[in-house]
Nanobody, 114 residues
Framework: QVQLVESGGGLVQAGGSLRLSCAAS????????MSWYRQAPGKQRELVAI???????NYADSVKGRFTISRDNAQNTVYLQMNSVKPEDTAVYYC????????WGQGTQVTVSS
């Protein structure tokens, strides 16, 4: 069993930056991949960014060049650096782990004001 705890959400002005963290309850070294998803009101949950165990990354087109996903295996933590945020980035952001079984965090709210 793995618990994922997100933090770092909040209110930020458009053009600003925010860093989300996802702390896992055990080692993430062997996880196949870890990801960030988001869900805006009235919309489906969507993949934002993914990082594999080998360090490969991929991003949704809407965040490419603005967001960066990274992982610190020693700290069992995955990060999402969000730069140049836009009002349309407003959503609940969820951490996701693919560790044979799939795990989700509780989510953290990000609100971008215009």
């Amino acid at each position: 069993q793995v618990q994922l705890v997100e933090s770092g959400g909040g209110l930020v002005q458009a053009g600003g930056s925010l860093r989300l963290s996802c702390a896992a309850s055990r080692s993430i070294f062997s996880f196949n991949a870890m990801s960030w998803y988001r869900q805006a009101p009235g919309k489906q949950r969507e993949l934002v960014a993914i990082i594999t165990s080998g360090g490969r990354t991929n991003y949704a087109d809407s965040v490419k060049g603005r967001f960066t996903i990274s992982r610190d295996n020693a700290q069992n933590t995955v990060y999402l650096q969000m730069n140049s945020v836009k009002p349309e980035d407003t959503a609940v952001y969820y951490c996701h782990a693919d560790a044979v079984r799939v795990y989700w965090g509780q989510g953290t709210q990000v609100t971008v004001s215009s």
